[in-house]
């Protein structure tokens, strides 16, 4: 009892007390407060920033804008959590969507008209380029099916582009599957006759426009992936 008192008179005067050792299997205090609940939580909130920033950055909204839009979600999220909801309760159920309307509300409309007009060729050529290295060939014949296949690729791509910012893999399987299934319809239609032949060079300059968009794309997926986004 004396010890206690002195120690207590001891702190009041100022004088440095030394924490008394942990018993054995004993955790600190901090960790019992911090939960599994908010150390999930705070993961999560943490990944809703990166995958924000990433799809911020991949749309080429300058850094400042990309700073302020950060730290003006991040204090939404902070308040949410204050309040015991979820990041999911601010940005909804897909992050990557909210992201993409949030950057539509910031990006004037010039720059995504522009951003449109590069991506669209640069899809196109992207897939003739591929046709032409599988097939192996610097002259591509095309058929009413591969121009079926893609035309459901292009408009695929662009309109989750518009939409999330990226396709990522499972969308790349459906708008893949639905390529197939009208190029099968084209060839049941029309034949395969071919209907015009285009030389390699098209499909390189086709892709010209948007190789900055697909550099910025890039980088940005390396932020993502270094900030622990799937």
Known sequence: MTEQTTSGKSARDGATV?????????????????GPGETTAAAE?????????SNWEYRGIDDASVREMLAELSAHLEEAAAAGRSAQ???GPDAKAFAATWARARTPLHRRVLRMAA???????SLLLLTHLIDRTLTLSIEAPRLAFYAVILVGTVAVEIKR????????LLVGGAGVAFAQIASSLFGDGSLLRLPLWVA??????????????????????AAGVR
Not at 119 to 125: A, D, E, I, S
């Open 18 to 34: 030394t924490a008394p050792e942990l018993e054995p299997g004993r955790e600190p205090e901090l960790e019992r407060e911090l």
């Open 45 to 53: 909130r943490t990944r809703v920033l990166a995958i924000c920033r």
């Open 89 to 91: 309760d601010v940005v």
């Open 119 to 125: 991506l669209t060729p640069f899809v196109l050529g």
């Open 165 to 172: 910012g990226s396709l990522g893999f499972k969308g790349w």
């Open 204 to 225: 390189l300059l086709l892709m010209v426009p948007g190789l900055p968009y697909a550099y910025a794309d890039t980088r940005a997926r390396k932020t993502g992936a």
